[in-house]
Each structure stands twice: as structure tokens, then as C-alpha cells.
């Protein structure tokens, strides 16, 4: 059977063209998808059945046995930490919220190791965005900075912007410029117009200085800045400010790099002085599929996009002290949650050896590096493949994923709605 | 010095050799009709397939222009080498040199050209962008070149399991388009030029 507009349910760029042929419950082949696409959907790592760590061995457990183990052990902690969520629908997010609210617990999300310096950049200066599909219909200035997208996020140079065309851009890659801004040559700096190398931790120095120059203050700007010649720099600004629309991307380069939140805030507030001269937008790439949506759903609930602590009764956010990797550290943390995430291939060590060493329960179809730190795993649907729920694209545009078949998996919403009214029961 | 002087005015004192080179007279230089000059244009339409510039050995002698009459072949002397491959690959009969046109007239050869597209399926990362970028592509589906959505499987490039794939060979024009934007460098398209007698069809 084939089935058409399917939505990949892999990274962030949620493309919704493509096209899957099934056979009972096995994927037969995918159409329009890249690798990554691909490999999710043909991928079969799944984990048969929940599992409990006793002793050294696992053994074979019911979900019955599973879920109220898993309620057992959020009830009897006094700090415990729902993690993850990037992998699922929104309203299993949802329920994690509330079951974080009544459990008093921490609720982090993926973007804690991830964009969380970039929200916090926008809580500062906001986010001068737009959805892909104004990029795609008007950008002629492309820049993604601290960014691999051909490697990440394969499809969105053919479908959003560099090679796609829009309405207002007839002759797609002939028409639009691309600015690649890395520490090294990659795949995505191959079809550059303009690589710039920056020396590592250097962006916030370049960034400034593309902002003299834009200012008119550039005759100050010195003969290298970060490794980038002053005459590049003239030469990328120029670019910049002769587009009739320009998009910056940005990626963990910039995020997680030194400076953190305030090279987010320096490339919004470039983004700002272009917009003096032109039309220029700002956004993440978001990597991990529903991030965005995780980020949502936190945000109107409780006020806060990730790293919610709910233990003095409100939600509470304070990035450094209440986001996952802090806590870990710290060891506070005695019991985990994680779903649809994999902070044990993610996490620094120390924060993976303190999950290894508390209660933690993983729900997650596949067996990943998590579940080599968890007490105890459940195996549901994936969402996109035999679950079907609503995701947000990177740009916060909702899409509903498609079930492509049924398979004898629960979806998270079912595992976590079991959990949540045991936690119900038990808090009165 | 002096020596050499004398010697040099009495050669060419004579008035022998004089009369010789002032009053000889050579037969008129005569372009012959087998001359292979410069590529001329012979007023037939050109179509753009740029079979000229791929065959043309020598780099800068020859480009295809938009005219307000249409595409336009144009030779840069200078650069020409006058072999004559160009009139040759042209499918149209554009250019003309010598007797270029009249011998492939009358031998029934033709210099055809045909291509070849190579995926390193394991350099290739399934972005698409070559399927996109493809002109060909771009005529057949208006959706693949719009977001990279194939709606059919009459083109020539498509994303089929994670790889680009290669479905219609003969629809491809050698433009390079796809190899020049694969960032994986896992596409490389092959111009295959080869002199044949008696072509069954005229491409």
C-alpha cells in the first residue's frame, strides 16, 4: 500500500511530502525522503517488549508491572526529573506537564543541551523569525552559521531554501547567495558562495564586527577579526545588506560554543541592524523533531519553555540551576523519567553515571545508550510510524503526523496517561 | 663592421636582383574551398543543447549567447583552434566550417553525444538538491523543483530510500547541473562523445 504525504518523523525540518509503500506492518520503501528519513523508517531496533533491570540481567516485565513500577518510583522520589519529550507528540507532552505539576517535580525538555541558549537570547531581545515558507518564496541571502544542514538536516537546502524555487525567487540557486560561517569546511560549505572560517569560540568577535560595519563604523573594524579577514567581512556584509530578503540560520555551533545565549543575542541584534537597511530573519535550526513542540507546550502551561521546576509548588525556571545537566551534576536528582530522548549518549559523563545510579525509567521505542542507565524501559509507538499525534516544524508551524499502520505498541499518550493517573490516585 | 657594410651593399646592389624583386609578379593568394576557417554561423536555429561547448577541445573558443533572435553560438578567435569538432556535435547544423557539413552529409556520420550519471550511494546523503536544481527535472515536475515533492516517474533524477536515483539516463542533457551542486560530491555526470555512421535517429 502506498501512502502519501507522510510526515518524517526525524528531525526538525518535518517534511510532509513524503511517500511510504507498506506491507502489513513493514516499510517497503520511502520516496522523497533523505537517508535519515529513511533509516527511521526502515530502522528495527525496536525493543519487543518492556523490560526491568534485576540484578545484572534484564527480564521480561508487563506493561501492567512496568507502568505501576514507574509510578511506584516517581512517588517515593523527592527530586525527580522528567526528561526529554523531544521525540513525542505534544499531547503526550502535555500529560508529562501536568504529571510534573502534581509529582512536584523538575519537567527539562531537549533543548536544555540544545537551543536553550537561543530561547533565552530571545527572551532577552525576541525573534525577528518568519516560517520557512517565506524563506523559501523570498530569500535571496541565505547564511547558516555554526550549521552542517546537508549532514543534520538533510532536505533543508532542496525544500526550504537554497535550492527550492518560491514564488518571488523564479531561478532558485542562481538568484539566492550562500554564506556558510563554520570553524571547518564541511559538506554544507561545498555549495557556498561565501565559507567564512571563524577560530573556534571566535563568533561573537565576527558578529560584532559585521555589526560595525553595517553601523558605518567599519573603519575600526582590525585586520583579522577571529581568523576572518577584514575585507571578507566587508564582502559579507555587503552581501547582506544588498538582499532584497536575507535568512540567518543558526546552529549548536553558535549555541554551544563560547558565549553561549549572548552570540544568539549578538546575531539577533545584527539581524536587528540589517533590518535598518533591508529585510533580514533569524532562526534555530531545530534539530530533534518536536522540540519545538516541547518547547510550546511548556511555555503555555506553565510560563516557561524547558527546565521547569515544580517542587515549591509553582513553576520555577532558573537555567544553570533547574535545567537537567545542572541537577545531575549536582546529584539531586533521585528518580528519572526519561522519554523519547537519549540523554545517556548526550549527557556528560557525570551526569550519565548519577542516572545510572538513581531509579531510571526510560520510555522510548528503541533501545538506544539510555537504556544501558535505566532500571526499567517500555517500548511504545513511534509517532509518525504507528502512533499519530501533532509536531511542530522549526519554524512553529503544527503539522499532524500520519499512522501508517497499527502495530501491538501502546503510544505515549496511552503509557503516560496510565503513569499519570496512578500518580493521580496516589496525590489525592 | 665596415666589411659587413660593403658586403650587405654589394649583394644588394646588383641590379639583376633588383630588377628581379621590384618586377616579379607570384600568382594572387586564393583562399581554397576546402579551407577549414573559423566556425561561421549558418542561420539555422540553434536550441541550446550546447553540444558545441562540451565537444570543444580548446578552453574560452566557444559560447552559447542569448540573443534578442535566440541562442547563439559564438566563437572567441583568438582561442579557436579551427578543429571543427563544434560543427560537428552541433545537432542543428548552426555552425559551418570547410566542408564540415557537406562530407558529414554525404558519408552520413555523425559526432553524437550521450550521458551517464553515477551515484556514490555511500557518499550520498539524500538532500535532494540535485533532483531540485536538475533543469530537466524542473520542466517535467514544477513540484520537484518547488520543494522537492516528485509527483511522478518520468524524471529523470528522484530520492527513492534515503539516495538519489537515477530513473530516465536518456532524458539527461550533460549540463552538470547535479554534480555541480552535490555537496557529498557523490554525483558525476559523464559526456560520452563518439562519431557514428549512419545515426539511426537525430537527437
Redesign the interface.
Known amino acids: 500500500m502506498r501512502i502519501e504525504d507522510v510526515v518524517c518523523p526525524f528531525c526538525g525540518c518535518l517534511c510532509d511530502d513524503l511517500v511510504v509503500s507498506v506491507e502489513g506492518t513493514k516499510v517497503l520503501s520511502v520516496e522523497n525522503g533523505c537517508t535519515l528519513a529513511t533509516e527511521k523508517f526502515t530502522g528495527d531496533h525496536r525493543l519487543a517488549h518492556p523490560i526491568r533491570r534485576t540484578g545484572g540481567a534484564w527480564e521480561k516485565t508487563t506493561y501492567d508491572d512496568a507502568i505501576r513500577e514507574t509510578a511506584e518510583i516517581l512517588l517515593d522520589a523527592e527530586r525527580p526529573l522528567l526528561y526529554g519529550w523531544s521525540g513525542t507528540f505534544v499531547e503526550a507532552q502535555t500529560l508529562g506537564v501536568h504529571m510534573a505539576e502534581l509529582l512536584g517535580a523538575v519537567i527539562d525538555n531537549t533543548s536544555t543541551v540544545c537551543h536553550g541558549p537561543s530561547i533565552m537570547a530571545i527572551q532577552e531581545v525576541g525573534h525577528p523569525g518568519c516560517t520557512l515558507g517565506q524563506v523559501k518564496n523570498r530569500a535571496d541571502v541565505i547564511v547558516y552559521w555554526g550549521a552542517n544542514p546537508i549532514e543534520a538536516h538533510p532536505r533543508h537546502m532542496s525544500r526550504y531554501t537554497t535550492f527550492t524555487d518560491g514564488f518571488f525567487v523564479k531561478s532558485a540557486f542562481r538568484e539566492r547567495k550562500v554564506i556558510v560561517v563554520d570553524i571547518r569546511e564541511t559538506d554544507s560549505s561545498e555549495i557556498a558562495d561565501e565559507f567564512v572560517k571563524v577560530t573556534p569560540g571566535g563568533d561573537y568577535a565576527v558578529l560584532t564586527a559585521l555589526r560595525m560595519i553595517v553601523r558605518g563604523k567599519g573603519d575600526l573594524v582590525p585586520a583579522t577579526v577571529s581568523g576572518v579577514t577584514r575585507e571578507q567581512l566587508f564582502r559579507v556584509a555587503e552581501i547582506c545588506l544588498s538582499a532584497r530578503f536575507g535568512a540567518i540560520f543558526f546552529g549548536l555551533g553558535l549555541t554551544m560554543s563560547r558565549g553561549k545565549s549572548k552570540n544568539i543575542r549578538n546575531a539577533i541584534e545584527l539581524t536587528e541592524e540589517l533590518n535598518r537597511h533591508t529585510k533580514f530573519t533569524i532562526s534555530p535550526m531545530r534539530g530533534h523533531w518536536n522540540v519545538y513542540g516541547s518547547n510550546e507546550v511548556f511555555t503555555w502551561i506553565t510560563g516557561y519553555p524547558y527546565a521547569v521546576d515544580f517542587s515549591r509548588g509553582i513553576a520555577f525556571y532558573n537555567p544553570g540551576e533547574t535545567t537537567s545537566v545542572d541537577l545531575l551534576r549536582r546529584k539531586e536528582c533521585d528518580a528519572c523519567l526519561v522519554v523519547a530522548s537519549d540523554p545517556g549518549a548526550h549527557f556528560p559523563r557525570a551526569c550519565a553515571e548519577h542516572l545510572a545510579s538513581i531509579p531510571t525509567v526510560q520510555i522510548d521505542p528503541h533501545v538506544n545508550a539510555t537504556t544501558h542507565l535505566s532500571r526499567i524501559q517500555i517500548p511504545v509507538a513511534v509517532t509518525g510510524i504507528d502512533a499519530e499525534g501533532t509536531a511542530y516544524r522549526m519554524d512553529g508551524v503544527p503539522i499532524r503526523t500520519r499512522k501508517l499502520f497499527s502495530t501491538g505498541y501502546p503510544d505515549d499518550v496511552a503509557v503516560l496517561g496510565r503513569v499519570y493517573s496512578l500518580v493521580k490516585e496516589a496525590k489525592g | 663592421m665596415a666589411i659587413s657594410l660593403v658586403a650587405y651593399i654589394r649583394e644588394f646592389a646588383r641590379w639583376e636582383w633588383a630588377r628581379k624583386f621590384l618586377a616579379a609578379r607570384t600568382a594572387p593568394l586564393v583562399i581554397p574551398p576546402y579551407f577549414r576557417n573559423y566556425p561561421e554561423l549558418t542561420g539555422k536555429t540553434c536550441t541550446h543543447h550546447l553540444f558545441c561547448m562540451m565537444a570543444c577541445p580548446a578552453p574560452g573558443a566557444i559560447d552559447v549567447i542569448r540573443t534578442p533572435e535566440g541562442w547563439q553560438p559564438r566563437i572567441h578567435i583568438g582561442h579557436c583552434i579551427r578543429c571543427g569538432l563544434c560543427v560537428e556535435a552541433c545537432p542543428n547544423g548552426v555552425l559551418s566550417s570547410g566542408r564540415i557539413l557537406e562530407s558529414m552529409f554525404r558519408d552520413n556520420t555523425r559526432l553524437s553525444f550521450s550521458f551517464k550519471i553515477d551515484v556514490d550511494l555511500d557518499k550520498?546523503?539524500?538532500?535532494?538538491?540535485c533532483?531540485?536544481?536538475c533543469p530537466v527535472n524542473?520542466l517535467i515536475d514544477a513540484q520537484m523543483?518547488?520543494?522537492?515533492?516528485?509527483s511522478t516517474d518520468d524524471l529523470l533524477l528522484?530520492?527513492?530510500?534515503?539516495?538519489c536515483r537515477v530513473l530516465h539516463v536518456e532524458k539527461c542533457t550533460g549540463c552538470k547541473t547535479c554534480e555541480h551542486?552535490c555537496?557529498?560530491?557523490a554525483i558525476s555526470v559523464a559526456r560520452l562523445l563518439e562519431a557514428v555512421h549512419a545515426p539511426e535517429e537525430v537527437p
Not at chain 2, 550520498?124 to 538538491?129: I, L, T
Not at chain 2, 523543483?145 to 516528485?150: D, E, I, T, Y
Open positions: 550520498c546523503m539524500g538532500c535532494g538538491n533532483a531540485v536544481a524542473k523543483s518547488h520543494g522537492g515533492r516528485a528522484k530520492l527513492s530510500d534515503g539516495k551542486h555537496p557529498n560530491e
